[in-house]
């Protein structure tokens, strides 16, 4: 097998551009790594200073607060509101109980004397109303 000294030359030259080629590449990775590197060290340098000033920015807005609202909160007063709500809540379910209990009184005298117009053979105001059976009262 013979193989001319151009055709050897060539695949030599080949070799060593594609050799070239491949060394260039990795210099340029190589660098783009080092930058991307630089750029996120930087970015968290840039965000840790950007978090510390906010930081110190929400300090002195609370400090602000501090001494523009110097009067605290006194939960006292809401609690002696609470205490009253209770009591007049308590004396409602009272009232709501008497109610109750005289409703219930009403209906059975309604029944009584529905019982007794029937018993009479009269209706009530000329209507045909059934008098009682309200539901359990």
């Known amino acids: 097998m013979k193989v001319s000294i151009g055709m050897a030359v060539a695949i030599v030259v080949q070799a060593f551009g594609i050799i070239w080629y491949v060394a260039q590449l990795d210099s340029t990775v190589s660098s783009l790594d080092s930058a991307v590197s630089n750029m996120q060290q930087e970015a968290t340098t840039v965000d840790v200073a950007v978090l510390q000033t906010d930081l110190e920015n929400i300090k002195e807005k609370l400090a602000t607060m501090d001494e523009t609202h110097s009067e605290k909160f006194d939960p006292s007063d809401i609690e002696d509101d609470i205490e009253e709500l209770e009591d007049r809540i308590s004396d409602l379910e009272t009232t709501d109980a008497i109610i109750e209990n005289e409703m219930r009184t009403i209906m ?29 009262y």
């Open 108 to 136: 059975s005298d309604h029944a009584k004397i529905g019982d007794a117009l029937s018993d009479l053979g009269k209706s009530a105001l000329s209507e045909d109303r059934e008098y009682g059976n309200y539901g359990g």
